[in-house]
Structure formats: structure tokens, C-alpha cells
């Protein structure tokens, strides 16, 4: 037997109950059974956890989101942390494809958390030794741990299915001015102009487009961004950019598919030919969207772990300007 394959031997894969279809993409490209583990619930509600099998110094890997409904996936991954913190496994690597709580990142304001920082307290005292996560909201929430973090992107999965398309005449658009980095290092590889739209912030939960930064004379335009929440933002982008120009086609492209509230209502009136989404997490009422396309990051997520497991650089998974 190869010392690769005694390595593999030695790692179990567990889920939680945010997204265990991904947990299990991810177990079957590894070509490894999921973890055995007990996630249940106490009459009164309180999260019940037994791990099933021995994980004395393993290299354990939890896969759970932070989605909705996000206080409960998140204790559960605390209590699931603790729980194999306690049965003595060797690493605990919690993979976090959506990392809830993100947004929160910086006191904008009085006497607001930084909730994002609080979180990262959080796992880590559980006793998480690293994070594997991608497409944070923003990249400096990596700095709130004081453990190992990855950091990946979906951008490589979005640009091998544009290429597929053979789309001619492309712009990138940020749908607002913290997105900019992350559109022109798409456009970038894509070899299109970049533009912004520029907004403002009305409340929490709505904003107001105030002008379109960029040359829109094109056939098509990709609205990019690292989630669609309840799609006030992308619908509001779309509907500037088609007073622009009503001949031009728009794509939205995210990574993680919150879809809250009115969002699948926005998404289908909205003047958009195709919604883009990855399964980070599980996207509700997926069905009722036709224009919906749901691509795999399973594949990544392997690829990051087996690399996580050997000690091998996980840098080799970027592409040119995306690093």
C-alpha cells in the first residue's frame, strides 16, 4: 500500500445538516465514505451530537455552511467541533463554503458588533485548527482568525462556463464599488472591460442606483458578485444597465445563492437572461426559477482537501489574476 493511500485512510469527512448533498459530492470525488455522525435534536430543541465511529488522531474535515437558518447550522458545527475536539481527533479543518455573519465586518457605526470577528472566536475556541472556506464577503475576515485560512474562489467554475459559451463582446460589472477587485480580476481572465454601478445605501435591506460607472455599448454584460441575498442589488443593476442599452443580454453571477425573502419573486421579473449560482448552499425554491443554472463546487473542495491533507499548496488551485 502507497504512503498516499495510508494518508487517505487517515481522513474522515463529516457533515452537518446545513448542505449535506455538497458534503456528499465532495466525500464521492475523494472516493471516501462521509463520516459517521449523529446530528439530532433534544426534545427541547437543544442540538444532540455522537460521533459513530473512532476519530483519535485522524485529520477530520466538518463540511457545514453558516446558512439559513443560520444560528442553528452554526451551533451545530460548534457542537460538532467539540464533540470530535473531545474524542481526541488529530486536526480539525472546518470547511465553511458560505461563511454566515460576513457582512458584519467593521463598526460602520455606533455601538454595532463585529460580529464576523465573534464567529471566528467562536470556532476556534470550539477548537477548529483551520478553515477552508470560499468567497468570503470580504477578504479581511481572514485576519479575525487565529488559525489557518483558505481562501477559495468559485471565479475558475464561472469562467469555464462562460468559455463554453463562446460569448463574444463582454463587460463585467460590479453591482457596487466593493465589488470592484473582484470584477476586474474576472474580467481580466475573461479578456472584457470592467464597469461599476455605483449606489447608495438606503437601509439594511435596500439601496438606490445612483449611475453606471464604465462603456456598456456590448452585447452581453455579466453582473458579478459573491452572493445574491434577497436580489434587490443585482435586480437594480440589471434594470440600469438595460435603460442603457435594451438590446443587451445580462447574466447574474454569484457564488452563494442566499436567496432570502422576495428574491426568486425580484430574480424572475427582473430583465436577466440567465441567474448563475453555485451549491454552497442548498438554494430554496431552486425550482421555481427557470433561468436558474446551479453549477458544482464540489470538485474545488475536494481538490483543496486532499491538498490540506498531504501538506501540499493548496495556491496551486487560482489562475492568474484571481489569485
Do not use: W
Not at 156 to 163: N, V
Not at 165 to 182: A, F, H, L, N, Q
Request: hydrophobic share 45%.
Amino acid at each position: 500500500m502507497s504512503d498516499a493511500k495510508k494518508l487517505f485512510e487517515e481522513m474522515i469527512i463529516f457533515s452537518g445538516n446545513a448542505n449535506p448533498e455538497l458534503a456528499a459530492k465532495i466525500a464521492k470525488e475523494m472516493k471516501i465514505p462521509l463520516g459517521r455522525c449523529q446530528v439530532g435534536r433534544f426534545p427541547d430543541g437543544e442540538i444532540k451530537v455522537k460521533i459513530e465511529q473512532n476519530v483519535r488522531g485522524r485529520d477530520v474535515f466538518v463540511v457545514q455552511s453558516t446558512c439559513p437558518p443560520v444560528n442553528e447550522n452554526l451551533m451545530e458545527l460548534l457542537v460538532i467541533i467539540d464533540a470530535l475536539n473531545r474524542a481526541s481527533a488529530g486536526r480539525i479543518t472546518v470547511v465553511i463554503p458560505y461563511y454566515g455573519y460576513a457582512r458584519q465586518d467593521r463598526k460602520d457605526q455606533p455601538r454595532v458588533p463585529i460580529t464576523a470577528k465573534l464567529v471566528a472566536d467562536m470556532l476556534t475556541v470550539a477548537g477548529a485548527d483551520r478553515m477552508l472556506t470560499m468567497d468570503l464577503h470580504s477578504g479581511q475576515v481572514q485576519g479575525f482568525f487565529n488559525v489557518p485560512v483558505d481562501h477559495l474562489t468559485a471565479a475558475p467554475i464561472f469562467l469555464d462556463y462562460f468559455r463554453e459559451k463562446k460569448m463574444e463582446g463582454v463587460v463585467v460589472v460590479s453591482p457596487d464599488v466593493g465589488g470592484v477587485k473582484r470584477a476586474r480580476n474576472f474580467a481580466q481572465e475573461m479578456g472584457a472591460n470592467v464597469a461599476v454601478v455605483a449606489k447608495r445605501r438606503l437601509d439594511d435591506d435596500s439601496t438606490e442606483v445612483d449611475d453606471v460607472i464604465g462603456e456598456i455599448k456590448t452585447k452581453n454584460v455579466i453582473i458579478i458578485d459573491d452572493q445574491i441575498s434577497g436580489g434587490g442589488t443585482v435586480v437594480r443593476a440589471a434594470r440600469a444597465l438595460k435603460e442603457i442599452d435594451k438590446k443587451i443580454k445580462v447574466y447574474a453571477v454569484a457564488t452563494h445563492a442566499v436567496f432570502a425573502g422576495q428574491a426568486i419573486e425580484r430574480l424572475s421579473e427582473a430583465p436577466i437572461e440567465e441567474v448563475i449560482i453555485t451549491d454552497t448552499i442548498p438554494t430554496p425554491r431552486a425550482d421555481e426559477l427557470d433561468k436558474l443554472t446551479i453549477l458544482s463546487v464540489a470538485g474545488e473542495l475536494a481538490d483543496a482537501i486532499g491538498r490540506i491533507h498531504n501538506n501540499q499548496s493548496v495556491a496551486t488551485l487560482f489562475r492568474g489574476a484571481l489569485f
